[in-house]
């Protein structure tokens, strides 16, 4: 199946870096979000990404241009009339995830692909809300998206080889590595990242070690670039939570239990680099 124009909803940090990778392979790219304001804001990530690489000589002011002319605001989902593919990057939450993909059913044309950014939630969960489940997929990537290389692919209950192929040859194009997982609460990569950020907070809940010594510990001990502590900062308290939830509800398994420390921030708001502060403090 061809694909030439794409549309992502959700201009946050990774609907915009979505965009930003998706315009630079040369695709017709739609940036949507529910208000003008989150979709400028969108644009303005995806302009100092591209102009850190036009400084850096990796690309060229003509280059730039010609990525951000593939780009093309949009406050309508009215908008997808005419996609071949969405890529879903909205809040976790399994309600406006399903009112999303329910109302895209009804816009996008019948030959449409619609995929889901989500983090850990069920692709077949998602899927069932449309009369097209067999293409509904999983496009998992990770932050930041212009660095990163993975794109987690998850197949729902009934998305069909020929739709995973589709997808798994767009990720190629946009110079990513595509890794198939099946559909199960935390997909890999959560399954394994979120209970070793959360086993950090416990560590430093019981008091084992300072912030700084548990983030040393993994960076310079295991190579990870940034220590687990920093990564939570990063990927924000509140995601950290909502994804042990669905991890511990899921499986019903005390061993995916949230940290209390990590409840307790997220509780005082303290959710990481976006409020600027976190387990660190940040200006
Ligand atoms: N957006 C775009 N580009 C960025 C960026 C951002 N937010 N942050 C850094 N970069 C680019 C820099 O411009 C630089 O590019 P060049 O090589 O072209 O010059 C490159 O990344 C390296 O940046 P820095 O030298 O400034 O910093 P660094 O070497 O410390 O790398 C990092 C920064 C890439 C973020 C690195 O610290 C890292 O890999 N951290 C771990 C990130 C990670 O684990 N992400 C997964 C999170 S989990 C997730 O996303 C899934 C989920 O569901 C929760």
Redesign the pocket.
């Known amino acids: 199946m061809s694909v030439q124009k794409i549309m992502v909803i959700g201009a946050g940090q990774m609907g915009s870096?979505i965009a930003q990778v998706c315009a630079q392979a040369g695709y017709s790219v739609i940036l949507n979000d529910l208000k003008q304001e989150f979709v400028e804001r969108g644009f303005g990530i995806i302009n100092k990404?591209l102009s850190?690489?036009v400084s850096?000589e990796?690309m060229t002011a003509e280059e730039m241009e010609k990525v951000l002319g593939n780009l093309t605001p949009s406050t309508d989902l009215n908008d997808a009339k005419d996609v071949d593919l969405v890529i879903e990057a909205a809040v976790e939450n399994m309600k406006i995830k399903s009112k999303i993909f329910n109302q895209l059913d009804s816009i996008a044309p019948a030959h449409a692909i619609l995929a889901s950014n989500t983090?850990?939630l069920p692709i077949t969960e998602i899927a069932a809300v449309t009369n097209r489940p067999e293409k509904v997929i999983g496009m998992?990537f990770?932050?930041?998206v212009?660095?990163?290389k993975l794109v987690e692919i998850i197949r729902g209950l009934a998305t069909t080889d020929e739709v995973y192929q589709t997808i798994e040859d767009i990720t190629k194009t946009l110079n990513k590595v595509p890794v198939e997982v099946n559909d199960f609460p935390g997909f890999v990569?959560?399954r394994i990242?979120m209970p070793m950020i959360n086993e950090a907070i416990y560590t430093l809940y019981e008091g084992v070690a300072t912030k700084e010594a548990i983030d040393e510990v993994m960076k310079l001990g295991m190579n990870h670039?940034?220590g687990p502590l920093t990564?939570a900062d990063?990927?924000g308290l509140d995601?950290c939570l909502y994804?042990m939830e669905t991890l511990h509800e899921g499986f019903g398994d005390t061993k995916y239990r949230p940290c209390p420390l990590l409840r307790k921030y997220v509780k005082a708001g303290w959710l990481g680099r976006k409020t600027g502060r976190g387990f660190y403090v940040y200006e």
């Open positions: 870096g990404n850190r690489q850096k990796k983090s850990s998992h990770m932050n930041p212009p660095v990163m990569s959560n990242l670039p940034m990564l990063f990927i995601t994804i």
